[in-house]
């Protein structure tokens, strides 16, 4: 367990250098480090907006997201293979085109104040966090979407 840690550690490490622009002090690897999964999951409905502006309000040192795509290639923000369990919608992220998907409530589950909130595309995601914040990128079932891979390597390119 104790190297796990590490490598952990060390992927988050590298995953920082590589996914902000600006130079950030790293904690020591002895340090706790506040990751906050899928945003502030516990405070808001997880993998949007509003989840992750209360997780950089709480102070995390890194946002993990889940990525997958859409039938039209675009890539989203969500964790699950489906929008059954976090939007008003239903069916597999796969069979929507980015319009669709993002046309969905994946807030009103969560509670009444987030009505309305909608699923990101990756690269909206990059745009506003990118440089502000370390970032920990989940592919969920990469072997649902071939092409993924290179898909967010190149977004996060874009992003420098």
């Keep these: 367990m104790r190297n796990t840690a590490r490598l952990l550690f060390f992927i988050f490490k590298g995953t920082s250098r590589?996914?902000?622009?600006?130079?950030?002090?790293?904690?020591?690897s002895n340090s706790v480090m506040k990751i906050g999964h899928r945003g502030a999951a516990g405070y808001c409905p997880e993998n949007t907006f509003a989840s992750f502006k209360q997780a950089l309000e709480m102070g995390v040192d890194y946002l993990e997201i889940d990525v997958q795509m859409?039938?039209?290639?675009e890539l989203v923000v969500i964790h699950d293979p489906t929008v059954n369990r976090t939007t008003n919608g239903k069916g597999k992220v796969k069979d929507f085109t980015l319009q669709e998907i993002q046309s969905l409530d994946a807030g009103s589950w969560f509670g009444p104040k987030f009505a309305g909130e909608k699923i990101p595309a990756f690269n909206e995601f990059l745009k506003a966090y990118a440089g502000k914040?370390?970032?920990?990128?989940?592919?969920?079932?990469?072997?649902?979407?071939?092409?993924?891979?290179?898909?967010v390597a190149n977004e996060l390119k874009k992003e420098n």
């Design 133 to 151: 914040t370390g970032l920990v990128i989940e592919l969920k079932k990469p072997e649902l979407y071939p092409g993924i891979e290179e898909k």
């Design 70 to 73: 859409t039938k039209d290639g």
């Design 18 to 28: 590589v996914l902000t622009k600006n130079k950030r002090n790293l904690r020591k």
